[in-house]
């Protein structure tokens, strides 16, 4: 519970291209991740025990599901963003019936962008003015991978 107080709390981790969402105490922290429909959280940690980032599955419909990622500012450029995006398509693929996994970003987010698409994400087209960051309304690209792209996980195993 302290880590996602501590990450929700602190702007750097956002990056410049995020909304910077409303200061939170630890009860409305605690809602947040009990209050959970159709949405979960996950700890990104490190093989020695560190929390490093955050993970997040929401808006699941019959066919889609969208996923937003954030790796603290002092681990960037490691290998953890694109690892931890890898195994929550293999996640969802794996054990949700949906056949598209979404994700949205900043036209400017040259990082976001590379990592989904090195996980075989295809940008779809473009939100324009349709986030409002920081002060000013901005464009949203918007990212996919089809399970048949998917095809085959790439770090979880099927095990049943
Ligand atoms: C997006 C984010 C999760 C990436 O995490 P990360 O751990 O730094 O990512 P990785 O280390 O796995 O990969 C970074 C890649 O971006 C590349 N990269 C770095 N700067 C780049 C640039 N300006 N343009 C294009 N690619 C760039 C790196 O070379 C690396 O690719 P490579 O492994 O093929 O060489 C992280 O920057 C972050 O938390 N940002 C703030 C929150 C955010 O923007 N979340 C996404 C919302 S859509």
Redesign the pocket.
Known sequence: MDFFVGFWNNLD???E??PIMEQMTRAEAEKRLTDVSNKAYFIIQRKDGTNI?LTVYFGQSSESITI????EPS?????????ALQLMVDYLFLTKEVHRVQ????PE???????LE?VGFKNEGVSRKSSFVRGQWRDEYHYCILREEWKETRILTKTA
């Not at 681990?75 to 690892?83: A, D, I, L, R």
């Not at 994700?103 to 900043?106: K, N, R």
């Not at 987010?109 to 990592?115: R, W």
């Open positions: 981790y956002y990056g291209y995020e980032g937003g990622y954030a790796i681990e960037h450029g490691k290998g953890y963003g694109t690892e994700a949205d970003t900043d987010n040259k990082v976001s962008q590379h990592i090195k």
